[in-house]
């Protein structure tokens, strides 16, 4: 939701060509992210689960984390020149990515620790204070600045320089990131130290896929910014990622769904595990899943022109609105992906889900590489659309074979094919006309009511 609330900031005070960098530049961050992590978050939540001696499980997780985030940091000093130069980010970013991609790195395993002891009150205090941070450092900055600064010829005037919007983007990050830091150090001090090697290779072992399947996930997420900027005219290239880039953000809604419901259950999917017929509570889940992300896919298509209005408060960005119900489509597609992987995270399969990432990884460089040229960012959109949907029907026909669960496919196809049919209506059928955009809301949320209202009172009664 940050992401989004940024958006009329950032879109207030640049143009899509400045917009465009920072976006670009974000987008090396979560391909970094995944290298730093090392799926070693997914391996504390497997080996944490069955283990005997958790605190071994933790302060080896620390240790290695900690351990090659340094390695890191010494090797991104050293070449700091030579990595400016490839990324393409410019000298004075450079060191401000380094900071921040280290802080978050270290605070991966506290986090995980977080989920794993189910305490998602202390989880959520110390993002939203992160997030509070961030928003509110980005405001003063962008834009009481420079308001204040025109007045002031003291401190505020001596720190306010004109065009440094992305420099002011990096510090409040970097400041956000590193009161995450100090506000989880407790996971880091208040523990005896001791790194387990046999559990850190069993550990790396495991994550290694993990790794493997986060890369691609990455690539299909970020990936397609990266190429416009490299594949596009130069003249063009900055402004049409950055209209790209603002007009995305709109798919938080589904993203935000989707990120809260996998971190809360990814635990659950381990935890229960070993549980009697835990494939029955998993077909639940993702039937619950599939309903909700129905509901959000299209209201978010009804009311797109509302709330690009909101966030994307400049018209020069608006020309890239065609591609939010084909990025909302394909985040609703992942998040079902997420669902129907469980089979081979507890059958420690995870091997599979590198490869399944790996082809809708391929798919996404392949179809950026040869129509980007022809069709701009709208190929990108397609692009990320196809991957997903080709995971999740891997994933599906995979899972049947290795680990069946029941999933009703009746319910979940008929929501789906709706959803998707009252989203063409609304949004190019009759071109976002509100009245009936509204009309098949109501009409969606009528059927869901009647079909589901049953199910929701014996599980509330159940309860």
Request: net charge positive.
């Amino acid at each position: 939701m940050l992401n989004v609330i940024l958006v009329p900031i950032y879109t207030g005070v640049m143009l899509p060509g400045a917009y465009g960098q920072v976006v670009v530049i974000y987008a090396y961050f979560a391909i970094f992210n995944i290298f730093l992590a090392y799926g070693m978050e997914t391996a504390f939540f497997r080996f944490y689960k069955d283990s005997e001696n958790k605190k071994k499980v933790v302060s080896t997780s620390l240790l290695s984390i900690l351990g090659s985030t340094m390695i890191f940091m010494i090797i991104g000093l050293l070449f700091k020149s030579s990595l400016s130069q490839f990324l393409e980010i410019s000298i004075e970013y450079i060191g401000y990515v380094f900071w921040i991609l280290a802080l978050d790195a270290l605070v991966i395993i506290p986090f995980a620790w977080l989920r794993a002891n189910e305490r998602p009150m202390r989880f959520a205090i110390i993002k939203l204070i992160s997030v509070v941070l961030n928003l509110g450092l980005n405001f003063f900055f962008l834009i009481l600045l420079p308001k204040l600064a025109i007045d002031n010829e003291g401190f505020l005037a001596s720190i306010y320089k004109a065009d440094y919007e992305i420099l002011y983007i990096l510090i409040s990050n970097l400041a956000s990131s590193a009161v995450t830091l100090l506000l989880m150090l407790r996971v880091y001090l208040r523990r005896p130290y001791v790194f387990d090697i046999d559990i850190w290779k069993r550990m790396i072992k495991y994550a290694m896929p993990v790794m493997i399947a986060g890369i691609a996930f990455t690539v299909n997420e970020v990936l397609d910014k990266i190429l416009l900027e490299k594949i596009l005219p130069v003249e063009i290239a900055s402004e049409e990622v950055g209209k790209y880039g603002a007009c995305v953000k709109l798919a938080v809604f589904m993203t935000l769904f989707i990120t809260a419901f996998r971190m809360g259950i990814e635990p659950f999917f381990f935890s229960h595990s070993d549980t009697k017929n835990p494939q029955k509570a998993y077909a639940q889940i993702t039937n619950y899943f599939v309903v909700l992300g129905s509901i959000i896919l299209l209201a978010v298509v009804v009311f797109s022109d509302v709330l690009k209005v909101l966030f994307v408060r400049n018209e020069a960005y608006w020309e890239a609105m065609s591609v939010v119900p084909i990025i909302l489509l394909a985040a609703f597609f992942l998040g079902i992906y997420h669902n129907l992987s469980v089979w081979y995270k507890v059958t420690d399969r995870t091997k599979f889900g590198a490869y399944i990432s790996m082809i809708g990884a391929v798919l996404t460089i392949v179809v950026n590489l040869i129509f980007i040229p022809y069709f701009g960012y709208m190929a990108s959109a397609v692009a990320t659309l196809l991957a997903y949907g080709t995971m999740m029907l891997l994933s599906f026909y995979f899972g049947r074979m290795y680990y069946p669960i029941p999933y009703n496919f009746r319910k979940i196809i008929f929501y789906l094919v709706i959803s998707i049919l009252f989203s063409i209506l609304s949004f190019y059928i009759f071109d976002r006309n509100l009245f009936v955009g509204i009309s098949l809301l109501i009409l969606f949320l009528g059927l869901v009511y009647k079909l589901e209202f049953e199910n929701l009172k014996k599980l509330y009664v159940n309860r």
